[in-house]
C-alpha cells in the first residue's frame, strides 16, 4: 500500500482541493496532517477555512515537524503542507539551510516508510524572479531542494496550473 504522491503548484492554484479529493477516493476515513504554525490573524482564517473545507470523515493531527512520531499504518495521509513544514524546521535552524535540508529529509524518509498512502501539498515558490530579500533567496532554495527530494521519491507527481490537475509523474508498474 506504500505510494507518494506530490502535488505542486503556485499559490490558490487548487493543491488542497486536488489532494484531498484524491485521499477520498482512496480511503472513507483519510488522514489530514497540518504542518502550519499560526503566523498571525490572517493565517489563521487560512486554517479555519480548510478545516471547514473538510468533513467529519477526516481525521486531523496537527504535526509541526515530526510527522514521523505518529502511526500512519494502512491510511492515506494528506500533508498539508511542505512549504509550512519547510518553514519550520528553516526558523528553527536560525535560517540555516543545509541544516533544515538534512533535518527535513531525515524525518520525510523516516515517515515514508510507513505503510501509508501519502499525499504532499507543497508549493513551486521558485517559478517567479530572484527575491531581492537575503533570506527568501535562502527560503527558495530550501524549498526547490526539498521538492526535488521528495519528488524523487514519489510515485506520482502533479502540478497544479489554474485549477487543473497536470500529470508530470506516474510509475505506471505502480497504478492504483
Known amino acids: ?8 503548484g503556485g499559490q490558490r492554484s487548487g493543491k488542497s482541493g486536488y489532494a484531498q479529493r484524491k485521499a477520498k477516493e482512496l480511503s472513507p476515513n483519510p488522514v489530514y496532517a497540518a504542518t502550519s504554525r499560526i503566523w498571525d490573524e490572517e493565517h489563521r482564517r487560512r486554517i479555519e477555512r480548510h478545516q471547514r473545507d473538510r468533513g467529519e470523515e477526516w481525521e486531523t493531527v496537527e504535526e509541526e515537524k515530526y510527522l514521523h512520531r505518529h502511526d500512519f499504518s494502512g491510511r492515506v ?7 509550512l513544514w519547510c518553514t519550520n524546521f528553516f526558523f528553527d535552524s536560525d535560517g540555516l539551510v543545509e541544516e533544515s535540508l538534512d533535518e527535513f529529509k531525515k524525518t520525510f524518509d523516516e515517515l515514508v516508510r510507513q505503510d501509508a498512502v501519502f499525499i504532499f501539498v507543497t508549493n513551486e515558490i521558485g517559478c517567479g524572479g530572484m527575491p531581492e530579500n537575503p533570506v527568501q533567496r535562502k527560503f527558495t532554495d530550501l524549498q526547490g531542494w526539498v521538492n526535488q527530494y521528495i519528488a524523487s ?9 489554474s485549477g ?3 500529470t508530470i509523474k506516474k510509475r505506471e508498474d505502480e497504478m492504483f
Open 153 to 161: 521519491k514519489a510515485d506520482e507527481v502533479v502540478w497544479m496550473v
Open 77 to 83: 495521509v494528506v500533508v498539508d503542507c511542505v512549504t
Open 1 to 8: 500500500m506504500r505510494k507518494i504522491i506530490v502535488v505542486t
Open 164 to 166: 487543473i490537475p497536470v
